[in-house]
């Protein structure tokens, strides 16, 4: 079946911390290599069928297996409301109906879970799997996969990785999840950027092949060229493409004018960013944006990205560019809180890119530009895992915790691609059965959502700490 995110189990199972990284560790480089690619032709995010083996199918349910959950509470993404005592059925990977007075199955086994409140997979708008540093291929293919998994077992049962900073190996990690051989997350990737966040102010002359050097060794000096990595991107299977539109040389001091203002060093051109989204969208990519302001935040919006990441400095022209193109808003208060010490040192006190982000949210908010959850997290200051919390600055900037909820559920599936929104971001039939649970009621206290006791992808449990069952 086209345009469908890749199949998932259905099959039971713990998935505790140790047992999660045996698994990571026993052959990534394996695993990758015999993975389905999920991306192969014009179908890309299409379902494919794995391999018949049982070693290939062990994280794959068997279709004709039933099972019915019980709650206290159920959270609907669409009205943003409580359902009291619902029961869900799942057959094999997918919801078969949702709601009260729901009828159990005869023979279907039975999750009861009490108290707990049911809501939907969690997804998250914005990762990055890998560590930023120069660690050999397979550590980092492993780290990768590691916070993959953790971020599953934390409730996030879809990721969109932004950036590996380098090969190709998110693309490996998406199809050995989705062949089965390994538990994770559903993701979609754009491999390596394809333009440079700078780190250093020289161009890296070694790399004899574009995508040969990291994140930070490439530029694409024409439209032309700029068609072409896309192309290229295309090739090597990602979903997304991600660009760079101010060039943020990392590090506060480089960050900063003297009047506490950002720099916003501009990256890609208007002609350049226009070419990018233009190739991207007639192979089927979608393209985000990492932008702070000025040009390069005017270049983003102005082309259409798909996804446009940060926008420190959104202003009355940026929201209503947001509002005419029905453009997302990814704002990843995470990563923005793992850079605010720095930043604070670096101006006296005067800035940050927090406080940045505070105002640009509320502007955003108020005007009614639909704002999707994505974190930032990373392997180092932003640990995987710990995104949800993310939803306490969402109501304390302004939000309802209801609001706060649905940012990560159908506007994140609206915003990926191949119309996921049709298999993920709400509890109803016919959608995958990605369902978390968390011990409380979330719009009494949106903490809940860093509380995640409950974890089933596509009919696969991979925590449970509410039921024996």
């Not at 279709?63 to 009205?79: L, Y």
């Not at 900073?165 to 490996?172: A, D, I, K, S």
């Not at 947001?322 to 006296?348: H, M, N």
């Amino acid at each position: 079946m086209p345009n469908e995110p890749p199949r998932t189990t259905m099959r039971e199972g713990r998935m505790r911390s140790q047992n999660k990284f045996v698994v990571v560790f026993v052959a990534v480089a394996a695993a990758a290599s015999a993975a389905v690619r999920s991306q192969e032709g014009e179908g890309a995010g299409t379902a494919r069928t794995p391999s018949a083996s049982p070693e290939a199918r062990k994280f794959l349910a068997p279709p004709n297996q039933v099972v019915a959950i019980r709650a206290a509470r159920m959270f609907d993404a669409r009205s943003g409301r409580m359902l009291a005592n619902p029961v869900i059925v799942v057959r094999g990977e997918r919801i078969a109906e949702a709601g009260a007075g729901v009828q159990v199955p005869a023979g279907a086994s039975v999750t009861d879970l009490g108290s707990a409140t049911v809501l939907p997979g969690m997804i998250d708008g914005h990762v990055h799997l890998n560590l930023n540093a120069p660690n050999p291929p397979a550590k980092r293919a492993l780290i990768a996969l590691a916070n993959a998994q953790v971020d599953l077992e934390a409730g996030f049962t879809t990721v969109l990785d932004m950036d590996s900073r380098g090969g190709f190996n998110t693309v490996e990690i998406r199809d050995a999840i989705n062949s089965g051989q390994f538990p994770g997350p559903r993701m979609q990737v754009v491999g390596q950027s394809i333009n440079q966040r700078a780190t250093n102010y020289y161009a890296d002359t070694q790399s004899l092949r574009y995508y040969e050097g990291f994140t930070e060794n490439k530029n694409t000096n024409s439209p032309w060229l700029a068609r072409a990595a896309v192309r290229e991107a295309k090739l090597h299977g990602v979903d997304w493409i991600k660009i760079y539109t101010t060039q943020d040389f990392v590090g506060p001091v480089h960050m900063w004018r003297p009047d506490a203002t950002l720099v916003n060093s501009p990256s890609l051109t208007l002609e350049e960013v226009e070419a990018i989204v233009d190739e991207a969208h007639r192979l089927g990519l979608k393209v985000a944006c990492h932008t702070y302001g000025g040009e390069g935040m005017r270049s983003c919006l102005s082309a259409g990205v798909d996804s446009p990441n940060h926008l420190l400095e959104l202003d009355d022209a940026g929201v209503k560019v947001l509002l005419q193109k029905k453009l997302y808003f990814v704002p990843t208060i995470d990563d923005l809180i793992s850079l605010e010490k720095a930043d604070l040192r670096e101006t006296g006190g005067r800035n940050s890119r927090l406080k940045l982000m505070e105002q640009a949210f509320k502007r955003a908010l108020a005007a009614g530009v639909t704002i999707v959850f994505g974190s930032g997290a990373t392997s180092a200051t932003i640990p995987h895992g710990r995104q949800a919390d993310q939803f306490r600055y969402f109501v304390k900037w302004g939000m309802t915790p209801a609001q706060a909820l649905q940012t990560a559920f159908l506007p994140a599936a609206r915003m990926l691609n191949y119309g996921w929104e049709n298999h993920i971001g709400s509890i109803e039939k016919g959608k995958f059965a990605d369902i978390i649970a968390v011990s409380g009621n979330p719009l009494e206290d949106v903490a809940e959502m860093e509380r995640v006791r409950f974890v089933m992808k596509g009919g696969l449990v991979v925590r449970n700490e509410l039921s024996a069952r």
